[in-house]
Nanobody, 124 residues
Framework: QVQLVESGGGLVQAGGSLRLSCAVS????????MGWFRQAPGKEREFVAA????????RYADSVKGRFTISRDNAKNTVALQMNSLKPEDTAVYYC?????????????????WGQGTQVTVSS
């Protein structure tokens, strides 16, 4: 089992920055992929970014490329999402997720483990 706990959400003005962190505990294998997803009210959960647990390879949604950076710290068992140049449309609950897979997936239904989510609100 894997447990995920997000932190770092909050209220920020457009153009500002936030850093989300996901604390990972439990049994993580080298073939895990860690992802960040978000869900706005009335919308489906959408992919934001993903990173392999050991290789560091990353993937981003087109809407956040160049603004968000995903990273992981294996020694501290954390995954972070640095969000810069935030826009009001980035407002959502952000979730950390994990799946034991050698392949990336942007489909939230393929991920097995989820955190409780953290609210990010960007004001205009």
């Amino acid at each position: 089992q894997v447990q995920l706990v997000e932190s770092g959400g909050g209220l920020v003005q457009a153009g500002g920055s936030l850093r989300l962190s996901c604390a990972v505990s439990g049994r993580i294998y080298s073939t895990y992929v860690m992802g960040w997803f978000r869900q706005a009210p009335g919308k489906e959960r959408e992919f934001v970014a993903a990173i392999s647990w050991t290789g560091g390879n990353t993937r981003y949604a087109d809407s956040v490329k160049g603004r968000f950076t995903i990273s992981r710290d294996n020694a501290k068992n954390t995954v972070a999402l640095q969000m810069n140049s935030l826009k009001p449309e980035d407002t959502a609950v952000y979730y950390c997720a994990a799946v034991r897979s050698a392949y990336y997936s942007s489909d939230y239904r393929t991920y097995d483990y989820w955190g409780q989510g953290t609210q990010v609100t960007v004001s205009s």
